[in-house]
């Protein structure tokens, strides 16, 4: 089941336990972290990373994450990890991910600001949570932490307040010392630190670089208002610890034999982590907390005056183009009646991903001139209605 992201982090940072957000890049992460989510009954985010785009397209794996949560037997919610620009955003919401984060935090506060506000415009317009970083967690993910990019620049408490405020972000990253990929040794965190940044502000609170952490570290981090863990090298290295043991034997050649065991491998680390941070036998408690992730459905039946088919053809191209492009719009599908007396010959049918899209794309100015200018003044008989989307 899908539901808000905002409502399962908003319940996690209530409650006092932390969500894993674990990255996925193929298939065998995706059903083995919905298998250990739902083996712990346990609420999870399934998160997609801009970076890891290298390894799998996209626009193939979401749909695959987009049948896989609706199915799943607990909540979960679809997270866009690491999203660099706005367009990115864009995009990404379109694919069907219902949380976004930005990650602008490697320029100057204000433009950090500036771009992280642009995307929380957008997203809120379409019913999306944004995640933002201030202060930089450096490291790659799945890679040795030393050979990181940048320098780690800790969290300031007051400009992460300034932050919050201006951007409206409703989930923080902060830096306090952890660091992406494999590490040699336990990181030193500053909980004093982020102990001053809970105090300034009240949203949930993130942390990335989840790998190599201690229990107690988890624990103390979770205490201080951290309800998103994010988690990656980990689950990476556990499945190709399998693919080397694998490697070992002689008469496992092939790919299939060699891959055998990684899901497994990669469930029972997302167990320990579920079990950790506190998310274990939550499932139903967060479902009667959360909204439904639901998309609408817009719908247009309409007869056309004084236009020849190639002009209501024409007019149907440039609306799929320009209105799908407006963000929250999953898809524009035109349509013109099979039989030829039918009450009503055309129809648009535009998929939004969440009711709060109705308002931002009527409100929307490529919509309004398309609809003012070149479907309206054709298209006086027509009937609207949004409906809920519901599938089986
Ligand atoms: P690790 O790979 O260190 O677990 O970090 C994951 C992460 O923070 C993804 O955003």
Redesign the pocket.
């Known amino acids: 089941m899908l539901v808000d992201m905002g409502d399962m982090l908003r319940h996690a940072h209530a409650e006092g336990y932390a969500v894993g957000a674990f ?1 996925l890049v193929s298939l065998d992460f995706l059903q083995a972290v919905l298998a250990g989510a739902e083996n712990r009954r346990a609420p999870v985010i399934l998160s997609l ?1 801009e970076s890891h785009y290298a390894y799998f397209d996209p626009e193939l794996l979401m749909p695959a994450v987009r049948v896989a949560a609706e199915r799943a037997s607990v909540p979960v919610a679809i997270h866009l ?2 999203g660099h620009s706005l367009e990115a955003a864009i995009r990404g919401i379109r694919q069907g991910f219902n949380g976004v984060m930005v990650d602008a935090s490697s320029l100057p506060l204000d433009e950090n600001i500036a771009r992280t506000r642009a995307v929380v415009e957008m997203a809120h317009g379409c019913g999306v949570p944004v995640e933002g970083e201030l202060g930089y ?1 450096a ?1 790659v ?2 890679e040795d932490a030393e050979r990181h990019p940048g320098e780690l620049r800790f969290t300031a408490p007051e400009e992460a307040e300034r932050y919050v405020r201006e951007t409206g972000v409703d989930f923080l990253a902060v830096s306090v010392g952890t660091v ?2 494999r590490l040699r040794g336990e990181p030193r965190l500053d909980f004093e630190r982020l102990a001053a940044i809970r105090a300034l502000i009240s949203v949930p609170l993130v942390i ?5 952490l201690s229990e107690s570290q988890f624990q103390r981090l979770i205490e201080q208002g951290v309800a998103k863990i ?5 689950l990476s290295d556990a499945a190709g610890a399998a693919v080397r043991t694998n490697a070992q034997v002689p008469e496992r050649r092939s790919y299939t034999d060699l891959v055998k065991g990684t899901q497994e491998a990669i469930r029972l680390e997302v167990e320990r982590c579920i079990e950790l941070w506190g998310g274990a036998g939550r499932a139903d408690a967060v479902r009667d907390a959360c909204r439904p992730w639901r998309e609408v459905e817009h719908l247009i039946v309409y007869n056309t005056q004084d236009a020849s088919s190639a002009e209501v053809d024409a007019m149907m191209t440039e609306g799929r183009r320009v209105l799908s492009a407006i963000p929250g719009v999953r898809q524009v599908i035109t349509g013109t009646s099979v039989k030829e007396n039918a009450a009503y010959r055309h129809c648009w049918l535009v998929r939004f991903v969440s009711p709060a899209v109705i308002d931002s794309y009527r409100d929307h100015p490529d919509h309004q001139s398309f609809a003012d200018q070149r479907f309206r003044p054709k298209a006086a008989d027509r009937i609207s209605i949004d409906y809920r989307h519901s599938v089986d």
Do not use: F, L, P
């Open positions: 990255d990373a990890d690491h967690v490291g993910e799945g992406h990929g990335h670089g989840g790998t190599g994010n988690y990656y090298t980990a």
